[in-house]
């Protein structure tokens, strides 16, 4: 890159940058010219090159990082659903009952209630809620309220009427419609088996969905996030509604973020057809990943496993892995990279298996094309056995985790599989192997902030302190190898590191500031770090700029 003449129109100083640019991994002070960062160092050499026009601002001290990257997030779901009920913090199953009344006395007779967020497993009853229980509070109204894992979701009378849904209706292909002992559906939908009901329920106009997309990037903003791949939901019904409304953000010159949208794997044929391939965009909005799943989820007990669960059977894979590994095959010559969803530790063996086949068709093949333009990635890794984890670290695909869901299964994974709970978020032991950890959210299903996600891999503790010393302790990794796992470690999967991930002369000056010293502070307190200060683009978007 052709260097500018030294006129900075910003200067941050008196600051603790911690750059990840190994180069200079510490500095005090960083030039802005444009969108890019001008100059870093020390504050006497960067303050000298002000000139009249240029603004300075002193960060009092004050940490500033990269901005920041969520690398699988449920974007159109969470912007909606900031909307609609949320049940993230309900402490009882009486609780979510009572949020349900309270919604229904804010809504007309006839119209839906979408809620998500519940997590029975922390409850004190331990229980899911079933149509009956809500018919008693919503006896006229549709309510579908989805667990916090998305993969399992619970509907009442009206809803499963309102999609066909009755004693004689089938289990959808890879879904479960859960019954009782007469044959009579309960409300219970697990993992596909919620499209039917999803199906029917009105979609946002474009203007609201436009208005939420947009205020949802403010909020992103306030988390220091600056860049996100917006991953899709099985069955794939958002993924054409989303992709749009990222296009139009963009150009109406809204979408302050670096976004990579992925395509559901539903809609491979199409997107060969039409020589769409990852990467194909501009610096703010670029195709990603074709997004496939090989398993469901733990809480709804359809992850895949090698031993049965302590209180179910071994779930299931929702495809089989002959399709799947046709279908990776295919994406690949085509140039689009494939993310796959594999939550249990079957699951995360086959899929390492089809990686391996394609790495070794590919060295045989004379005539394979050039592989698609970022890695192949595969997304969770909750549970991996550790020889496994040796022969995903041989193979040239990255894991997208989610740290904040240590907290949130905690309960239910010593309930699903007891001991072998030390097998699952292994962070240590990957980032130990070498295998590229991107860190992101699953939001809507955890808190999207950053600092949530980092103080959850490195205490491997509640917000509470509990468990003490921390859950399966020995997989805890350091702050600094967190903050790595939001910047500079996906810049390098996405091949964008030359423009992001590190606070580095020429790239782009996308930065946050924080309240307090992350690196410094009692870990307990990282979940508490706010955000004072976000730019893009060498433009302040959130927080103030006097300290």
């Not at 997590?119 to 309510?143: F, G, I, K, Q, Y």
């Not at 199409?270 to 990467?279: F, H, I, P, Q, S």
């Not at 895949?304 to 590994?325: F, H, N, Q, R, T």
């Not at 600094?480 to 590190?502: F, N």
Request: a negative charge; hydrophobic letters at 40%.
């Amino acid at each position: 890159m052709k260097q500018r003449t030294l006129k900075p129109d910003l200067i941050l100083m008196n600051g603790d940058f911690r750059t990840q640019d190994i180069g200079q991994p510490k500095v005090k002070a960083v030039a802005i010219a444009g969108e890019r960062i001008l100059v870093i160092g020390e504050d006497v050499d960067i303050r000298a090159l002000a000139h009249s026009d240029t603004r300075l601002i002193d960060l009092g001290g004050r940490l500033g990082l990269p901005g920041m990257m969520d690398s699988h997030f449920h974007y159109y779901d969470w912007a909606l659903g900031r909307r609609q009920l949320s049940l993230s913090d309900v402490k009882s199953f009486p609780e979510l009952i009572e949020r349900v009344a309270q919604a229904v006395q804010r809504k007309v007779s006839g119209s839906w209630i979408l809620g998500q967020g519940w997590n029975e497993t922390d409850w004190p009853e331990n229980r899911m809620p079933t149509r009956d229980d809500l018919d008693t509070v919503a006896p006229s109204h549709p309510v579908v309220l989805w667990r916090c894992d998305l993969h399992l979701a619970v509907a009442n009378s009206m809803a499963l009427e309102f999609a066909g849904i009755d004693q004689n209706t089938p289990d959808p292909p890879d879904g479960v419609i859960e019954r009782d002992a007469a044959g009579r559906p309960n409300g219970i939908l697990r993992e596909l088996a919620a499209n039917l009901i999803k199906a029917v329920i009105t979609q946002p106009g474009d203007d609201e969905l436009l208005d939420a997309m947009d205020d949802g990037i403010h909020h992103c903003h306030s988390l220091g996030l600056t860049g996100l791949h917006d991953a899709r939901l099985m069955g794939g019904l958002e993924g054409a509604l989303a992709l749009n409304a990222w296009q139009r953000l963009n150009e109406r010159g809204k979408l302050d973020l670096r976004c990579w949208v992925s395509l559901a794997g539903e809609r491979l044929d199409e997107a060969v057809a039409l020589g769409l391939r990852t990467g194909l965009g501009d610096d703010r909005l670029r195709i990603g990943h074709v997004k496939y799943f090989a398993d469901g989820g733990m809480g709804a007990r359809t992850a895949w496993m090698i031993e049965p669960y302590l209180d179910a059977e071994y779930g299931m894979p929702l495809v089989s892995m002959d399709e799947l590994k046709e279908t990776l095959y295919r994406a690949d010559q085509a140039g689009l990279a494939v993310m796959i969803h594999a939550i249990g530790d079957k699951a995360n063996r086959e899929v390492i298996s089809l990686f391996e086949t394609l790495q070794e068709a590919r060295s045989k093949g004379k005539n394979w094309p050039s592989p698609p333009a970022i890695s192949h990635r595969m997304d969770h890794v909750q549970m991996i056995r550790p020889e496994d984890l040796t022969r995903l670290s041989k193979i040239p695909v990255v894991a997208s985790v989610q740290p904040h869901n240590i907290i949130l299964d905690i309960n239910m994974i010593e309930a699903s599989v007891g001991a072998k709970g030390k097998w699952t978020y292994a962070y240590r032991d990957m980032i130990d192997a070498g295998v590229p950890v991107l860190f992101s959210s699953d939001a809507p299903v955890s808190d999207p902030s950053p600092l949530v996600g980092i103080h959850a891999a490195v205490t491997r503790q509640r917000r509470d302190g509990t468990p003490e010393g921390g859950w399966h302790p020995s997989q805890r990794i350091t702050v600094e190898e967190a903050v790595r796992g939001y910047t500079i470690t996906p810049a390098m999967a996405y091949g964008r590191d030359k423009d992001m991930g590190s606070i580095t002369p020429g790239k782009f000056a996308d930065l946050i500031i924080l309240d307090r010293n992350i690196y410094t502070v009692d870990p307990m307190e990282i979940a508490e770090t706010r955000v004072e200060m976000t730019l893009f683009d060498g433009r302040i978007v959130y927080g103030r700029d006097t300290f």
